[in-house]
């Protein structure tokens, strides 16, 4: 089913429109961030992605959709690519791609998997890899805003190496100013690593996670193995399942 948006009140096509790479950030071996000039974009909200078309001299096309990880205050859209090694888009994308080349895009997507400031309940941020990618958009933003909602992230990685955004996230965490950060890394562990060190489970959502009494908000992001572990274990807690928002990272050939 084709997305639209809402134009007065009519559904329209979403447009195509052609942004600048600004900036490529390394975030790890696998993983790069795009950041983009998109004179033409309306705006976005924390958790919302968009579609890159990448067409080829013959004429052959081919779309795959990033979470957008900018706050919606930022001037930039910035996307997070994990490579694929036998994917189609993505190894363009980290390894080919430089400043100041042209890319195809459309967007926002997405109303479900979304989150404002303005909701001052306490949010339960749980992400795997490269799913992290909206729920840092819904921590920057957080941050841009001003907001003063508690919020916890747990970060499930196989190794440290493989943690997106960790300068930046330990650096917000140590604030203190509501915002805590909790890493577990399931195949690889650092010596004297004081992090967790096992896959996600209820146990460890229970421990890092708020109780039910507190009314929190969850959104969970990740491959589709995780996301549905994850949002089962939170509603066999206790968790009211609308209270449990998912977002899914299936195989799509990168």
């Given at each position: ?50 579609d890159i078309r ?128 909790f890493f577990t ?48 274990a939170l509603v ?19």
């Open positions: 089913m084709a997305r639209a948006a809402v134009l007065g009140g009519l559904r329209a096509p979403l447009a195509w429109q052609l942004c600048e790479v600004a900036e490529l950030v390394e975030e790890t071996p696998q993983v790069k961030t795009l950041v983009l000039d998109a004179p033409d974009w309306p705006g976005h909200l924390a958790g919302q992605h968009v990448l067409t080829a001299e013959d004429g052959y096309q081919a779309q795959r959709s990033y979470s957008i990880a900018s706050a919606p205050e930022e001037g930039r859209l910035a996307l997070t690519v994990e490579r694929l090694d036998d994917g189609e888009v993505s190894p363009y994308l980290t390894d080919v791609l430089v400043v100041g080349d042209k890319l195809e895009l459309r967007g926002p997507i997405g109303g479900y998997f979304v989150w404002d400031s303005d909701d001052g309940r306490p949010v339960f941020l749980v992400g795997g890899g490269s799913g992290v990618a909206p729920l840092m958009a819904m921590i920057r933003h957080r941050v841009a805003s001003g907001s003063a909602t508690s919020m916890r992230l747990l970060y499930s990685a196989k190794r440290l190496e493989d943690v997106i955004y960790r300068a930046e996230l330990e650096e917000l965490a140590a604030r203190g100013d509501g915002l805590e950060v890394l399931t195949r690889e562990q650092p010596p004297g690593w004081e992090g967790f060190g096992r896959r996600v489970d209820r146990e460890l959502l229970t421990e890092t996670g708020w109780s039910v009494q507190d009314d929190p908000l969850a959104l969970v992001c990740g491959p589709t193995g995780f996301v549905e572990a994850v949002a089962s066999e807690s206790g968790l009211p399942p609308g209270r449990v928002k998912t977002e899914r990272f299936g195989p799509t050939g990168g």
